[in-house]
């Protein structure tokens, strides 16, 4: 069973950094994309920055210039540099892994339990 464990939330002030952690471990075949998603209280989930296989990342628009996805795609890690955090970015934030666990096996998203992420004004 793929399992990913999330570490580095907590609570900062505004104008503030925090770094997220994210590892997946278990048995899994290839990882196509990491990446974060978070959920504020009586809001959607959404998502917050996506690193493909490929390459390419995708950022909201919210948080552009200011976090920083990257991936270690050997150890199945992904990290989210939080600079400059405003009050609006509280909210739990969880690591989803899309992936396959086996050739040619279809692709199942994977989720963290999510850690919280508290800005004070």
């Known amino acids: 069973q793929v399992q990913l464990m999330e570490s580095g939330g907590g609570l900062v002030q505004a104008g503030g950094s925090l770094r997220l952690s994210c590892a997946a471990s278990g048995v899994i075949f290839s990882i196509n994309a990491m990446g974060w998603y978070r959920q504020a209280p009586g809001k959607q989930r959404e998502l917050v920055a996506l690193v493909f296989s490929g390459g390419s990342i995708n950022y909201a628009d919210s948080v552009k210039d200011r976090f920083t996805v990257s991936r270690d795609n050997a150890q199945m890690t992904v990290y989210l540099q939080m600079n400059s955090l405003k009050p609006e970015d509280t909210a739990v934030y969880y690591c989803?892994?899309?992936?396959?666990?086996?050739?040619?096996?279809?692709?199942?998203?994977?989720w963290g339990q999510g850690t919280q992420v508290t800005v004070s004004s």
């Open positions: 989803n892994a899309l992936g396959s666990n086996y050739p040619d096996g279809p692709n199942r998203n994977y």
